[in-house]
């Protein structure tokens, strides 16, 4: 069998030790171009007190490779195969691709991992281990373990709450062990969406990153550690359950998929493969990202035709392209404590069905979507009435109210297919093009059949998922989870964007979405205009600030429209056409964000990927320290293209804090080279605090 392994795409590359019949890897990083080093000359020496032989970790940590750390997986027979010795037993590769199935005879346990590397460097995990031995074998844990150079000494992963999602924190590596466990039953508000590792004071343009991303709507850990040894590892994985993954002879688990991006250029550098990854996916979404209009922050749940009528003519004026229909419009649902389940139009409100709405809507040339929740279920509704046995729960015992709601137990077929049923029927009988599904709760202590089902209920929720999309491919799906706490790789896989959170105020967003894009391109990214004083914080923010901050995602409006002064209509309408004559240079260009001298401001855009054009915000976040900001320096453009910078948008007076404008905001424009724009920069007006402005560039 041959002794090493070595992927290479687009400036990364994979160095794999097969030496000893394990599997080690060796390099994860920088393209070590056409002289592979030989393994040998890496390998440590011996200490005292340590295993007599170098103890390099495997790709699946183990105590019986010498590892000391946290195993890559566990899981026991009772007495027996607690701690597996996996050797290698069959090598398939190419040069982007590696399958190596390891086994442990004795024990009966066979693990096959696939290394993928994608042209855009981002490199696919996927591990299966079958029983292949007798009786059950009960598995705990089959992680993903990638080791990370000893230079790499700073951490950083996300965290966040319900309207305050995506959240950085960063720590140095010291030795021990960082774990951010999700046991939401759901990706959660504070999942970390990345763990990632990097040289000291990575930022977004500088440093060495590695960042592991786990694509898995269910419960799952990510951590970075660093042993005794010194070695540094940051590894993902589901977490699973007691008793919850207990495999039969012959029976396989497979891993939810892993994305592993190394970048030697700062965060960009990360956000760049995953960016390129997903738009190269067959399903990723390609037709222009029309505006939203969504009812929620607009009547909540004060369904009433005429007002929505209304609602849907202000929006078309306005060139709203889909007008979704938020929650309340079910049976019972008249507020949130009922309904859930039944899934059938209230006659109470809807006398004639939903048809009188949708004939409006679509003959305003617009698309109409639907909110839905299927996952759940309301004690009071119909279903929970006729069938209390589909609630999930830890056996007799009903696990806490979450909104007044419970989880319905879609592991057992029965509730499966009535919900299928139900969304299959209301999918056939409107003109939906977009459903808003939505989660509205973490899911504690599912159960089926006495069992722990977490696991198997993320797989069922992923299979109606798939299923309604099969039977009706035109259908658009949004994943909304109370905001952003169902936002990862494993949802994205069967859906068309994200609701990045439950907060509009547009600086809580700038934060959030900055953040998700980290991984998400902002296409699949849900960023609205909300009401000038934000439902969620009481914060007021001016129209322009609102509308700038939606601009770099998937545009929307979540406001009473029906009531606008004629300056906001106009303000609303120029801002929207902005957005659709610019989406196309949004949804497909390369993201940059720029690093600024402090935290006050911030500043960010997008770059056409032929450089020949960009739109780039300024936003102020707080006052500044300095009376003059400093200049926006603004890389990743042509260096030696002469760019003209003009305001998209025209400038919000009122957002300006100094007495004159730099001088050539009153030229109209300003044309500076690339490597000028980056090198030196260009004068930024000094802005109120929670303003902002947006830059147009063309290269001339
Ligand atoms: C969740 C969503 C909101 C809205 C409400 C409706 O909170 O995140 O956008 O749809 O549910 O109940």
């Known amino acids: 069998m041959i002794d090493r392994l070595y992927l290479c795409a687009a400036g990364v590359s994979v160095l794999l030790d097969l030496r000893d019949a394990d599997v080690r890897l060796v390099h994860w990083g920088a393209d070590l171009g056409e002289q592979v080093p030989d393994a040998t000359a890496l390998e440590p020496s011996v200490p005292h007190s340590a295993s007599d ?92 373990s990638l080791p990370v150079p000893a230079h790499a000494t700073e951490a950083l992963d996300l965290t966040g709450r319900w309207a305050r999602e995506k959240h950085p924190q960063r720590r140095t590596i010291d030795q021990g062990t960082w774990v951010r466990s999700g046991r939401h039953g759901r990706t959660g508000h504070d999942s ?77 550098g990360v956000s760049e493969r995953f960016h390129e990854w997903m738009r190269a996916r067959p399903g990723h979404p390609s037709s222009p990202r029309p505006v939203v209009l969504n009812t929620w922050e607009a009547v909540y749940f004060n369904h009433d035709l005429e007002v929505l009528r209304q609602l849907a003519d202000a929006a078309a004026e306005l060139g709203v392209e889909r007008f979704v229909l938020d929650d309340g419009w079910f049976l019972g649902r008249r507020d949130d404590s009922a309904g859930l389940g039944d899934w059938f139009v209230d006659p109470d409100v809807w006398p004639q069905g939903l048809t009188p709405l949708t004939d409006h809507v679509v003959s305003r040339g617009m698309q109409f979507g639907l909110w839905v929740e299927p996952e759940m279920i309301n004690e009071d509704s119909d279903l929970a009435r006729a069938h209390p046995d589909w609630i999930s729960g830890p056996g007799d015992r009903r696990s806490l109210r979450w909104r007044h709601q419970q989880v319905l137990d879609l592991v057992n077929p029965d509730a499966w297919q009535y919900i299928y049923d139900r969304l299959d029927a209301l999918l056939s009988e409107y003109p939906i093009s977009y459903l808003k599904w939505d989660q509205n709760r973490d899911q504690l202590e599912l159960g089926h059949d006495g069992r722990s089902s977490t696991h198997e209920q993320t797989l069922a929720a992923y299979r109606m998922f798939d299923a309604l999309r099969a039977a009706h491919p035109g259908v658009e799906i949004e994943s909304c989870s109370s905001g952003g706490a169902r936002v990862d790789l494993g949802i994205l896989e069967r859906t068309d964007r994200v609701w990045a959170s439950d907060t509009n105020d547009a600086l809580e967003r700038q934060t959030i979405q900055r953040w998700t894009g980290l991984v998400l391109p902002p296409e699949l990214v849900g960023t609205h205009v909300g009401p000038g004083t934000s439902h969620t914080t009481g914060r007021t923010h001016a129209l322009s600030f609102r509308a700038i901050t939606a601009l770099f995602g998937h545009f929307g409006v979540e406001w009473d429209v029906r009531a606008l002064t004629d300056g906001e209509r106009k303000e609303l309408g120029a801002a929207i056409a902005f957005y659709k004559a610019n989406r196309a240079l949004l949804h497909s260009g390369r993201a940059v964000r720029i690093d600024r001298p402090d935290e006050t401001d911030s500043a960010y855009g997008v770059i056409a990927q032929d450089v020949s054009e960009a739109l780039v915000a300024y936003v102020a976040l707080a006052t500044s320290p300095d009376e003059a900001p400093a200049r926006l320096r603004i890389p990743g453009l042509d260096p030696d293209r002469l760019y003209e910078v003009s305001p998209g948008l025209q400038i919000d007076r009122h957002a300006v804090a100094h007495r004159a404008l730099p001088a050539w905001f009153d030229a109209g424009s300003a044309a500076m080279s690339g490597r000028a724009l980056e090198v030196l920069g260009l004068a930024m007006p000094g802005l109120h605090p929670e303003q902002a402005i947006v830059l147009k560039l063309t290269a001339v």
């Open 53 to 144: 032989q170098p103890a390099p970790v495997s790709l699946i940590p183990q105590a019986s490779r010498g590892w000391r750390g946290t195993p890559g997986v566990t899981g026991d027979r009772g007495s027996r195969d607690y701690s597996l010795r996996l050797v290698l037993q069959d090598v398939e590769a190419d040069e982007s691709r590696a399958v190596l199935t390891l086994s442990d005879e004795a024990a009966g346990i066979r693990v096959r991992t696939t290394l993928a590397l994608a042209p855009s460097g981002l490199l696919l995990i996927d591990n299966e281990l079958e029983n292949t031995g007798e009786g059950d074998f009960r598995l705990a844990s089959l992680d993903t």
């Open 192 to 268: 970390t969406l990345v763990i990632a590792a990097g040289t000291p004071g990575f930022s977004w343009r500088s440093g060495e990153v590695w960042a592991l991303h786990l694509g898995w709507s269910g419960d799952h850990a990510s951590r970075v550690e660093r042993a005794g040894d010194g070695q540094k590892v940051i590894a993902v994985g589901e977490l699973l359950h007691p008793g919850e993954l207990v495999l039969a002879p012959g029976e396989t688990y497979r891993s939810p998929r892993a994305f592993a991006a190394y970048s030697g250029h700062g965060l960009d």
